[in-house]
């Protein structure tokens, strides 16, 4: 399952997303995930079956691009070395590709939980 969000009640008012953007860009920028090359879904644990399923429904260039930016990643971190700020993930090309997904999935898995758990019964 995904972790809870608060970004829909958020994005729902204007005002508090303004306050709080200037916050969100310096906690990504501080993660320092983006200097490596990496965007925020390279970071999902794959350890459920979900995020596994998920990542095998990728299309086979996403998957080649999130195994490259892995891997370049690795290699920055043995070198203890940053990416040349050209290389480096911009926060416009650090969009979600997995976790709608990850959503999708969880949608279907409890949709066939709530139909195998339906009881049917029969009119008298």
């Given amino acids: 399952m995904s ?8 994005i729902k008012r204007p005002w508090l997303k303004r306050w709080l953007m200037p916050m969100a860009n310096w906690y990504a920028d501080a993660a320092g995930y983006r200097k490596l090359g990496l965007k925020a879904d390279d970071l999902i644990p794959e350890e459920s079956e979900t995020v596994l399923l998920a990542l095998k429904r ?53 949709e066939r939980e709530d139909l195998e758990a339906m009881v049917v019964a029969r009119r008298k």
């Fill in 3 to 10: 972790q809870p969000s608060l970004a829909n009640a958020i």
């Fill in 58 to 110: 990728l299309p086979p260039k996403e998957a080649y691009d999130r195994v490259f930016r892995m891997r370049r990643a690795f290699q920055c971190s043995i070198a203890h070395q940053l990416l040349p700020k050209s290389e480096q993930t911009k926060p416009e090309e650090d969009v979600p590709y997995l976790t709608p997904l990850i959503r999708e999935i969880e949608a279907e898995t409890k």
